[in-house]
């Protein structure tokens, strides 16, 4: 017990020793005392060039309101269609195909009335023998009614098909069950009235009738 309180005594001496001796204290920065006071941020008069620039306002009646407000861009027909643009950067023949793969009879009938107005008879003959080359959606092949074969021979007549032509195309509705009807022979009649074969044209308005 003698020599525990010896040491603390000892202890004591020393650090009564390093006190007068040193500082007891030592700050640890040497920075004067901060304020913590709260200041308000000053608003600058100036705004800076290359600040985001908000969107308009609806109710400003801008321009560009339904436009990109970011970089706007004058109306073209590639941003108000629904065609995507992979399709119109495809040769005319591969567009053509492309298109051929998603029609049935009816919506190849719609085309077909669409590009008559336009006189694209050409496109038409092409869209039909693309088409009757593909499958529908049941993996089955197209198989075309006596209207939609009657637009593509008016399509070949009009793009200057032979009476020889036309009746070889009428003798092909055989192979998808088809029989010609009035208005099939009326369209190889008429190319027969053009070639001025009269006779034949006749002989074919009397099998016909008959």
Known sequence: MASQMAIFARSRTFIKTLTTTHDPFKTITTF?????????????????????????????????????????LPNSPLAQTLIPLGFLNQTPSSRIQALSQTQDVQSLMNVFADWMTSQRWADMKHLFEFWIRSLDRN????????????????????????????????AQMEDYAITPNTASFNLVLKAMYQARETEAAGEVARTVSS
């Open 32 to 72: 004067t005392f901060l304020s913590q006071e709260p200041q308000l941020a000053t608003e600058s008069t100036h705004p800076s060039s290359s600040s985001t620039s908000l969107p308009p306002n609806p109710a400003s009646g801008s321009p560009l309101y339904q436009e990109n407000w970011r970089n706007p």
């Open 139 to 170: 993996g089955k092949p197209n198989k075309p009614d006596v209207s939609l074969y009657n637009h593509y021979l008016r399509a070949n007549l009009m793009i200057g098909a032979s009476a020889g032509e036309l009746l070889d195309l009428v």
